[in-house]
């Protein structure tokens, strides 16, 4: 089946401590998506890969950065964990941005839940 | 992004009840998402909305676009305790790749 797949499923960093999380998809998707979830709170977009255009919300902390190497693998690295990271971490995928169209529904994966000790 | 009124809150039903849940923006979206999302997952894409006043269904699931643009529900008909789950809208305007969010309604279901 094709899905977007997120490895680990949990991480425990310490605080400070650089930590990489991954999603990779099988569905093709132009479009990746990095969001932080945290308790009770809607997902909040954090930044998007289109191919490899980089496109970085106004309000994400420069401790948050990303890579995608390929159209399959997407990478959120924090630099320097504090506790108020300590968050779901979701990787979501879609084919691209056209109005009003199956373009822009987003697919997500089953999420990085995030430890900051 | 812009944070949708999404109501209710939160939903305490019996099983068999019909569920009705909406969200509202000050803005006009060109897409309406539905999501449920259940406790350590990623959110599941319901039901996908593209045009006003469209009126979609699947299985015991029918979700709306408002004829305004500014506007969807989702219903669940004959709710089953595997329901149970926290349920977000997203609308996705003309503006950019972000989905706005709704707070989400949380669904317990008791047998």
Request: glycine share 8%; charged share 15%.
């Amino acid at each position: 089946d094709a899905m977007v797949i997120q490895n680990p499923r949990y991480q425990v960093t310490q605080f400070g401590k650089p930590v990489t999380l991954s999603c990779s998809q099988t569905l093709n998707h132009n479009v990746m998506y990095w969001y932080q979830q945290k308790s009770s709170q809607a997902p909040k977009l954090l930044f998007h890969y289109y191919d490899k255009d980089f496109n970085n919300e106004a309000d994400t902390p420069d401790n948050f950065q990303s890579r995608r190497p390929n159209t399959s693998f997407c990478f959120l690295d924090i630099r320097s964990p504090g506790l108020g990271d300590a968050a779901m971490y979701l990787c979501a995928t879609s084919r691209g941005l056209l109005a009003a169209s199956s373009y822009n529904e987003q697919f997500f994966g089953p999420g990085t839940r995030l430890t900051v000790l | 992004g812009q944070q949708l009124n999404q109501s209710p809150q939160s939903m305490f039903i019996q099983e068999g009840e019909d569920v009705s849940m909406n969200c509202t923006s000050s803005s006009i979206f060109n897409t309406w998402l539905w999501y449920k999302q259940e406790p350590g997952e990623g959110p599941v894409l319901l039901i996908a909305l593209y045009k006003a006043g469209e009126l979609t269904s699947n299985g015991r699931l029918t979700a709306q676009f408002g004829i305004t643009r500014k506007d969807s529900f989702l219903n669940i008909s004959a709710s089953i305790p595997s329901d149970v789950g926290i349920y977000f809208c997203a609308g996705l305007s003309n503006s950019g790749y972000a989905l706005n969010f709704g707070k989400g309604t949380s669904l317990l279901v008791t047998p």
